[in-house]
């Protein structure tokens, strides 16, 4: 079946340090691919997505780019904010595989810490 | 800009109980589903809703289980007998009928069975 797997964390980083979080993927047919972001006590907040080979999806400083063939969505960001510290979810939607089945698979969370 | 909402956003009880998680999906959205997340652990696919009928359930969605939209307003999770294991965050998300369009999470019930 379909399965993400991303980097484990928690992540420290400094402020403004760069940022990269692993994700890679396996899908049976041509998934879409997203980044989701959940901050403390709140739910899950789309922060970007792509939907075929060699798309870039980016929100608020972060990009990702969907590479098919290494099956990867790694999330960067430049130089990051005490803000951006949260957990984030890489997912994937695998509506072709047959059956029409949507329903995302998501990988277990990155949770990022950013210190002043 | 429209959003989804969930009710409540706490629920307590005791095990064996039924619970019902509500869901109001935003306006022109025809998709709905419901996932949940087990404190610590990852979100998890529960089953998705399309035509008033399921589209596709997981392992975890067994018999205890069901969903409807009785109003053709809210979306509905009911458990009919919780378990201590059932105790997890609940989130409802939906989408419209584009074949790559995003789903929209709500805020989340948080579920708690003594």
């Known amino acids: 079946g379909d399965s993400v797997t991303q980097m484990e964390g928690p992540v420290t980083l400094s402020e403004e340090a760069c940022l990269t979080i692993?994700?890679?993927?396996?899908?049976?047919?041509?998934?879409?691919l997203f980044w989701y972001v959940q901050y403390p006590g709140e739910g899950l907040q789309l922060l970007l997505k792509?939907?075929?080979?060699?798309d870039k999806g980016s929100n608020k400083g972060f990009e990702a780019t969907y590479r098919k063939e290494t099956t990867s969505f790694h999330l960067e960001k430049g130089s990051v904010q005490v803000s951006d510290s949260a957990v984030y979810f890489c997912a994937l939607s695998d509506q072709y595989s047959g059956g029409g089945a949507d329903g995302l698979t998501f990988g277990k969370g990155t949770h990022l810490i950013i210190q002043p | 800009e429209p959003e989804v909402t969930q009710t409540p956003s706490h629920q307590v009880t005791q095990m064996g109980q039924e619970v019902i998680l509500r869901c109001v999906p935003i306006?022109?959205?025809?998709?709905f589903y419901w996932y949940r997340q087990i404190l610590g652990q990852k979100v998890e696919f529960l089953v998705s809703?399309?035509?008033?009928?399921?589209?596709?359930k997981s392992e975890i969605f067994d018999d205890q289980f069901s969903v409807e939209r009785p109003d053709g307003s809210n979306f509905t999770l009911k458990i009919r007998s919780t378990k201590l294991e059932d105790s997890a965050m609940y989130f409802c998300?939906?989408?419209?009928?584009?074949?790559?369009?995003?789903?929209?999470f709500g805020p989340g019930t948080r579920l708690t069975v003594l």
């Open positions: 809703f399309y035509n008033n009928e399921i589209s596709e």
């Open positions: 998300a939906t989408r419209t009928s584009g074949a790559t369009d995003t789903q929209y």
């Open positions: 306006s022109n959205h025809l998709y």
């Open positions: 692993n994700c890679t993927y396996t899908a049976t047919g041509y998934p879409s």
């Open positions: 792509a939907t075929k080979a060699d």
